[in-house]
């Protein structure tokens, strides 16, 4: 994670401290900030903030004191209720950073004005554990420096990417927003194939959670590319190459389908 203060973050309100909130302030608190230069809203604390506020964290402020950065952090069907709390920042050279899903830039720019600097990003639920990975895009306002400052933010949750154009935020959701799903299913269903091939289920899900675990950590690890960790683990006309030639006819059009299924219900929620 970079250095918050080198970034140009002395302050920051959070709206939303929930599962994905609490893990950026856990982080951001980690890296240096201090808590009293924190604000949070959240009308259901959690034993965890609450002892943050105990250490100086502010809790519900009944007026903003100016900051740094307001990160966004609430559920989308919260997001009109509870987004204009920070409308008193909007003129005070504060950056919006949003992780909500859903809501686009020209919302924000609505509520803020198209002068605020506004950066939409998309973390995944990996971020919970430091492990995600968030796309992110700027509006007009949103200078390098600005850019810069929400990557430091959001690398206490993970690895950062930058994207070209806001539409590109339909296929993010149907990849790494929703992707992790689709890897947790996998496992439901090499489980259920250990299973069916005579094994205990405890046994089959142990071996099937930690063999998917275990391909991540050694993909993050080795500087190969997928494809060439696939050929490493396959011998010719081995068990593997068996397999394999099963799976590779289907899952690459099964796998394109479902992003793309996914990443059109996000182009509808969006309209």
Known sequence: MGDLKAAGIQSL?????????????????AGGLAPDQVQVIEPNPSDWLNARVAEGVALNPAQLAPATVAVIAVKPQMMA????????????????L???????????????????????????????????ISALVGNAAASEAYLAMAETL??????????????????????????????????????????????????????????????????????ESAEQLRVNVTSPAGTTA????????ELPALVTRTVAAAAERSRELAE
């Not at 809501?103 to 990003?121: N, W």
């Not at 690895?159 to 929703?178: F, W």
């Not at 068996?242 to 006819?249: K, R, T």
Request: charged share 15%; with cysteine; hydrophobic share 50%.
């Open 13 to 29: 309100v959070l709206l939303g401290c929930g599962k994905m909130g609490g893990a950026m302030l856990e982080g951001w608190l």
């Open 81 to 96: 209720e509870a987004a204009p709390q920070l409308a008193g920042l909007a003129d005070r050279g504060t950056v919006f």
């Open 98 to 132: 949003s992780i909500a899903a859903g809501t686009p830039i020209a919302a924000f720019e609505a509520m803020f004005g198209a002068g605020a600097p506004i950066i939409r990003a998309m973390p995944n639920t990996p971020a919970s554990v430091g492990r995600g």
């Open 154 to 223: 959001l690398a206490a949750v993970g690895q950062t990417v930058r994207l070209d154009s806001e539409d590109q935020m339909h296929a993010v959701t149907g990849l790494s927003g929703s992707g992790p799903a689709y890897v947790f299913h996998m496992i439901e269903a090499m489980a259920e194939a250990g299973r069916a091939a005579g094994l205990e289920g405890d046994l089959a899900m142990r071996l099937a959670r930690a063999t998917v675990v275990g391909a991540g950590a050694l993909a993050d690890a080795s500087p």
């Open 242 to 249: 068996a397999g394999l030639a099963v799976l590779m006819p």
